[in-house]
């Protein structure tokens, strides 16, 4: 039952209404026993910044926001934080009391905590490769910096935008030509698909895994479906996979905490619930 006393936070995007994200935050509304609604808010871009400045005299404490606004939300913002500087965009909206907006990017600390929860003791010492140039290739470079490792084999079918992202964030960024994404596997501890390919109604993406060593980390930023073709491989040939879903998990976390008072877990039954009818 939603009460004058209800804390508000929501999702806005266009469209909007295939997000997980309402299904993620009311089960932890509900699990922690926190007076709180989350909404899906539909809103055209043309409107974003109107809607989003009109949020705090509703009653809302933040929100997250989705494609394609992400850009747009760190513009209108008075407070961002590095990671969402750096990565250049946000995901996740602030209200503070003194009528200011803060934006956040939670997107490379949902990518870094699921791949330490779902695969302890990866190897950080060791290159990681990344296939895609993108917007979520952008969270998953600063997230590996961070954690130090040593070398990223970058991959990208338009190799401008590879070398773009490299010019921008540093020296351990390589560039390699797509034809040679196969050999960039050689001794790296991770494998990182940030692109479409794999996502239901996408071919899959080609790559043969052989040249992966046999303790490496396969990972797959799509979660519909959740076994991708790319993991499938991986598995077959024994491979530790890690699939997108729990990124999603994750990244939702600090929102939460911010909007709510509570950091919440990322639990087995959260799991299934958000991913109820995922193939």
């Known amino acids: 039952m939603i009460k004058g006393s209800t804390k508000l936070a929501g999702v806005i995007g266009w469209p909007v209404k295939h997000s997980r994200s309402p299904r993620l935050h009311g089960f932890w509304a509900k699990h922690y026993g926190i007076d709180a609604a989350y909404v899906p808010l539909a809103v055209k871009p043309e409107d974003f910044d109107a809607a989003v400045r009109a949020l705090p005299k509703l009653g809302f404490a933040g929100a997250n926001v989705t494609v394609p606004h992400k850009e747009a939300a760190l513009k209108l913002a008075d407070i961002v934080d590095p990671s969402a500087q750096r990565i250049g965009a946000a995901n996740t909206l602030i209200f503070h009391a003194d009528g200011k907006i803060e934006a956040?990017?939670?997107?490379?600390?949902?990518?870094?905590?699921?791949?330490?929860?779902?695969?302890?003791?990866?190897?950080?010492?060791?290159?990681?490769?990344?296939?895609?140039?993108?917007?979520?290739?952008?969270?998953?470079?600063?997230?590996?910096?961070?954690?130090?490792?040593?070398?990223?084999?970058?991959?990208?079918?338009?190799?401008?935008?590879?070398?773009?992202?490299?010019?921008?964030?540093?020296?351990?960024?390589?560039?390699?030509?797509?034809?040679?994404?196969?050999?960039?596997?050689?001794?790296a501890g991770l494998l990182v698909n940030t692109t479409t390919q794999g996502m239901d109604g996408q071919p899959a993406i080609e790559i043969d895994l052989a040249r992966l060593p046999a303790d490496a980390v396969v990972n797959d930023l799509v979660y519909v479906p959740l076994e991708t073709p790319l993991l499938a491989q991986a598995r077959q040939r024994g491979l530790k996979t890690v699939d997108g879903l729990g990124m999603l998990l994750h990244q939702g976390r600090p929102g939460f905490a911010a909007w709510f008072g509570t950091m919440p877990d990322v639990t087995p039954e959260l799991r299934a619930f958000v991913g109820e009818g995922l193939k």
């Open 104 to 187: 956040r990017n939670t997107d490379a600390f949902g990518f870094g905590a699921h791949l330490t929860q779902s695969a302890p003791g990866w190897r950080k010492d060791r290159p990681a490769v990344v296939l895609g140039s993108g917007g979520a290739a952008r969270a998953i470079l600063v997230s590996l910096l961070d954690d130090g490792v040593p070398e990223i084999r970058l991959a990208n079918r338009t190799r401008a935008r590879a070398d773009n992202l490299a010019k921008e964030f540093g020296a351990k960024i390589r560039v390699v030509d797509w034809n040679a994404r196969e050999a960039a596997l050689d001794g």
